[in-house]
């Protein structure tokens, strides 16, 4: 009993470690719902601490990775697996590892693949863990099971092209087939490093894979540390994020729409109750509106938030009198006619990725000539109405800087923002000009989602 | 240890009973339910629009007897609309009634606060009910900041107090569910008091299922090419993603238009049923090459 008990106090706090804020009423209110449930079902156990704990969706993708730490599916290889491998193995100590099982295993898996075949996906996850997996001989206190050597091993994103061909034949549209096999074979890549995790877990104690190996949900991620997955997934969270942004702004408008008092109203409402002006009228307040005005680096290093940003930007657009965009890296190319009303957002994002190279003149960031050029080119652009909004990591390879060409910018605009995506920790370091600039145009840090969010709320 | 609940006795049982009032819940759907019932706890279910969050409420109220109260929430829903208010034009004529009597003012004070003059609002109605009452507290995101520290008391404590009257506690705790299109986020206070349950565009399996429940004339190989064309459509890059409900319409369209195969003709010709925005359609028009 006891047991149990120290196990669900680790994995609330491995929760908590994690960033999901479990109450200690939660806590309660968990224990009461597995009192009220049969745990004879793993999946039983799993919904009840999911509907007890974790109340935002956000977060449930933490939650599920440490549930399987804590309450691991199986433990070592399982019944099924070793029953299934017994008559392919030849016996005990037969070989495991080699060019003809691996060719083998590889077989098997895109049979599974090419059907979805969840159930049989799982089971060949932890196969593939056991037996291209494993790291014999290393010292004691080194994890011996790596995901990665199994990946590297097994390499399923070779399969991607027989999974797609295989999809054809199942009468799937080409774009469409290859969009599902990657999807496939991420969420099998994503199986394995479970099913190495859970392996880890077992032998080194959860705590110790809850500390480093649980990734941060999907809106605290950094744009530049993001895998290829989770940048699909951020894009994904563009649309709502922009939503709610706008429900909570048109909310808050409203309750502070109360402008003058209107005398005219308030005297003809007074008439209904005998002349005493119970309840004052109001005209509304006009609303005000920004032109906005964005610059944004294009470079590798920063492209994703760039992006990112723009696509949050147009999402909003209404809440804006007008919206102009400008890409950079050495040139200034305008961009704003990528996003009409109702555009297709795959589509923008292709369009933008071609006009990266407009961009460009030599592909080395120059702040400085950008700035310049855009000046020269653009100035029209800002006007006392408008913001300025510059998006980028500030290094400018030891270039010129510029720096009263971007006050007279900043000068001619309303207000202006520079957003940096690196942490703050490292600016000014190695080529960033991050408090140079941010010296003259106020710099505010902007590495995840959650933080875009908070910023484009606040300037509205 | 398990208890007999008042409403479901085993997440299977919610689950059995669910399906035969035509609502098909998945595992977790049930579970959530049933928990919700045996901890007598809110359950607050988020999920996109038209996954079926108000129906799950209807089809508790419906398998088990109950009687649904529903609290439609939207902007500037005030305590009035929720709870209770006094029935002022009624005081006012017991006042003006008793204008020639000689009954002291103290008299007439407690005459017009008592339940006589009460107007009940959905949650003082709800909690005041003998009877099984399922409370469905529908898209409380749309709903002020304020309101929600209204629902506080009546979810964790299920009681209302009323100032003149004191507190009203509940007879019989209802079975509450709140529904939230997560719009904006929720307060911690009012999450930490509720149960949570994410909906989610159900699997091909499950859907296929809702879909010939739901529109029994449809012929079983249409259906399945339906789900699969909606499945297909959901994993495109679609400003609004089709829901189990627009699969119905859709399902209810085809059987209206006596469609008997579901062929790239008829889905082009039927798209505006299940998308909504003129570049979704023009995408998907593309990706599946309906029009080549």
Redo the contacts between chains.
């Keep these: 009993m006891s047991g149990l008990v120290d196990r669900h106090i680790s994995f609330l706090e491995a929760l908590r470690a994690a960033g999901l804020s479990v109450s200690l009423a939660e806590d309660l209110d968990a224990i009461a719902a597995l009192s009220a449930l049969d745990w004879d079902d793993r999946r039983v156990v799993h919904d009840g601490y999911a509907a007890t704990l974790v109340k935002k969706q956000s977060q449930r993708p933490t939650f599920d990775a440490l549930f399987d730490v804590y309450f691991p599916r199986m433990v070592g290889d399982g019944v099924a697996v070793r029953a299934g491998s017994d008559d392919d193995d030849g016996g005990e100590g037969g070989v495991r590892d080699n060019a003809e099982q691996l060719a083998g295993f590889r077989d098997e898996l895109f049979d599974a693949l090419s059907d979805g075949d969840q159930q049989a996906l799982l089971q060949l996850a932890a196969e593939m863990v056991a037996r291209f997996g494993a790291m014999p001989g290393r010292g004691p206190g080194l994890s011996s099971w790596s995901a990665y050597t199994a990946l590297q091993r097994v390499s399923p994103s070779e399969l991607v092209d027989r999974v797609v061909q295989a999809l054809l034949a199942d009468g799937r549209l080409d774009g469409e087939a290859r969009r599902e096999a990657g999807r496939r074979i991420g969420s099998f890549t994503k199986m394995v490093e479970d099913d190495a995790r859970r392996r880890i877990a077992e032998e080194k104690g959860p705590e110790h894979v809850a500390n480093v190996a649980i990734r941060p949900s999907i809106d605290r991620i950094d744009f530049t540390a993001a895998r290829k997955s989770d940048l699909e997934d951020m894009r994904r969270e563009i649309y709502p994020l922009a939503r709610r942004l706008a429900t909570r702004l048109t909310q808050e408008h409203h309750a502070r729409r109360r402008g003058p008092l209107d005398f005219r109203r308030t005297v003809r409402a007074s008439i209904s109750t005998g002349g005493v002006p119970l309840v004052t009228h109001h005209k509304p307040k006009r609303p005000h509106r920004t032109e906005l005005v964005v610059l944004c680096d294009v470079s590798g290093s920063v492209a994703n938030f760039a992006q990112f940003t723009l696509l949050l930007v147009y999402a909003l657009r209404d809440q804006f009198e007008k919206v102009r965009a400008f890409t950079f890296i050495d040139h200034v190319h305008e961009v704003t006619e990528h996003f009409t009303p109702g555009a297709d957002v795959a589509d923008v994002m292709t369009n933008l990725a071609a006009a990266t190279s407009h961009a460009a003149l030599w592909g080395r960031t120059n702040y400085g000539r950008a700035l310049a050029k855009f000046e020269e080119q653009h100035a029209d652009a800002l006007g006392p109405k408008s913001s300025l909004l510059v998006l980028g990591d500030a290094r400018s390879n030891y270039s010129d800087l510029n720096l009263d060409v971007l006050e007279r910018l900043a000068g001619a605009a309303r207000h202006s923002w520079w957003l940096n995506p690196e942490h703050r920790r490292h600016w000014d370091t190695g080529d960033s000009a991050a408090s140079r600039y941010g010296e003259v145009v106020p710099m505010v840090e902007c590495r995840n989602l959650t933080q875009l969010g908070e910023f484009v709320h606040d300037i509205l | 240890?398990?208890?007999p609940?008042t409403w479901f006795s085993?997440?299977d049982d919610a689950a059995a009973r669910l399906a035969e009032s035509g609502y098909l819940a998945d595992?977790?759907t049930a579970?959530?339910a049933?928990?919700a019932g045996?901890?007598e706890?809110p359950l607050?279910v988020?999920g996109p629009a038209g996954v079926g969050k108000t129906e799950l409420a209807k089809a508790v109220a419906r398998t088990t007897g109950a009687d649904l109260v529903r609290l439609q929430c939207y902007?500037g829903l005030d305590e009035a609309r929720a709870l209770y208010e006094w029935n002022y034009k009624k005081q006012l004529l017991r006042i003006q009634a008793s204008h020639g009597d000689d009954q002291t003012w103290s008299e007439t004070h407690d005459d017009i606060f008592t339940d006589e003059f009460l107007l009940t609002r959905p949650l003082l109605t709800a909690i005041r009910r003998e009877e099984p009452t399922v409370l469905l507290i529908d898209e409380v995101?749309k709903t002020?900041v304020e309101v929600e520290g209204l629902l506080l008391e009546v979810l964790s404590d299920f009681q209302v107090t009323i100032p003149e009257m004191g507190t009203v506690s509940a007879v019989r705790r209802p079975f509450v569910v709140l529904t939230s299109n997560?719009?904006?986020?929720l307060s911690?206070a009012v999450?930490?008091?509720?149960?949570?349950?994410?909906l989610d565009y159900p699997d091909a399996e499950r859907e296929r299922e809702i879909v010939v429940s739901q529109v029994p004339d449809l012929d079983e190989r249409v259906a399945g090419q339906l789900v699969a064309t909606i499945s297909?459509l959901r994993?495109l890059?679609l400003?609004k993603a089709p829901s189990i409900a627009e699969s119905v319409d859709w399902a209810r369209t085809l059987v209206a238009l006596e469609i008997g195969e579901l062929d790239d003709k008829a889905v082009s010709d039927t798209l505006g049923v299940v998308l909504k925005?003129?570049?979704d359609q023009?995408?998907a028009v593309k990706?599946?090459?309906l029009r080549s």
């Design positions: 240890m398990p208890q609940s085993s997440p595992p977790t579970t959530t049933y928990l045996a901890l706890k607050l988020e902007e995101d002020d997560a719009t904006r986020e911690e999450k930490r008091r509720c149960l949570y349950l994410h297909r994993e890059d400003k925005h003129v570049s023009a995408r990706e599946l090459r």
